[in-house]
């Protein structure tokens, strides 16, 4: 049975997530992930997309993607597709290295984008790895907060225009509800709060 088409359109906003063919990790060390942000980076651009947020987990990654064109199916085909291929190449294994088709839902402009940054930039925290994000290399909350340089396929401005009225409030509102988020860091499963983040967690898992 073939799967019925995204709904594509001109500026559609995405929570793009994709996890490893049963389950296992589509990245094992540092150069893996590296490359996928090489593939994704490369993407970006060919498809003239916007990256709002990112995290790179060991056996599956999140983003939030805007598409000026309606082109998520063709961008996100290549993406996984030039990603698994030298993925098999370097691990000398053939067959498929994701789970079936990404798992994508479609955003309102302002319906819990807020909320869906926080759980991205989460992850690490929720799996265990860091007590804080900004302790996390593989995600996008530091170059967001001005830890470091975002890279040239990282959009910034945006999320944080949401957040307050200058970039010093928005990244101090910012931080207060990840450090919010972050509290019980010593319990690393926390469960998700909303159905949504339910639905989200479930197909990590």
């Known amino acids: 049975m073939s799967n019925a088409p995204r709904i594509q359109y001109d500026g559609a906003l995405y929570h793009i997530t994709a996890r490893g063919n049963a389950k296992r990790d589509i990245f094992h060390v540092q150069r893996d992930l590296q490359l996928f942000l090489t593939v994704l980076a490369e993407t970006i651009e060919k498809y003239d997309w916007e990256c709002h947020a990112y995290c790179l987990m060991t056996n599956h990654y999140h983003l939030l993607i805007k598409t000026p064109n309606a082109n998520i199916d063709a961008g996100m085909q290549r993406l996984n597709s030039v990603y698994a291929k030298q993925y098999n190449k370097i691990y000398l294994r053939t067959g498929h290295v994701f789970n079936n088709r990404y798992h994508a839902v479609l955003l309102q402009q302002d319906e819990h984008l807020i909320a869906l940054a926080r759980y991205i930039a989460l992850n690490p925290v929720r799996a265990g790895i860091v007590n804080n994000p900004k302790n996390y290399r593989w995600g996008s ?26 970039k010093d409030k928005a990244i101090a509102h910012y931080t207060k509800l990840i450090l919010e988020g972050s509290k019980n860091s010593d319990q690393p499963q926390q469960k998700p709060t909303t159905k949504y983040e339910w639905r989200v967690e479930s197909y990590c898992e």
Do not use: H, N
């Open 141 to 166: 909350y530091r170059a967001t907060i001005g830890l470091e340089k975002a890279p040239a396929f990282l959009t910034t401005d945006w999320l944080l225009s949401l957040l307050g009225q200058t």
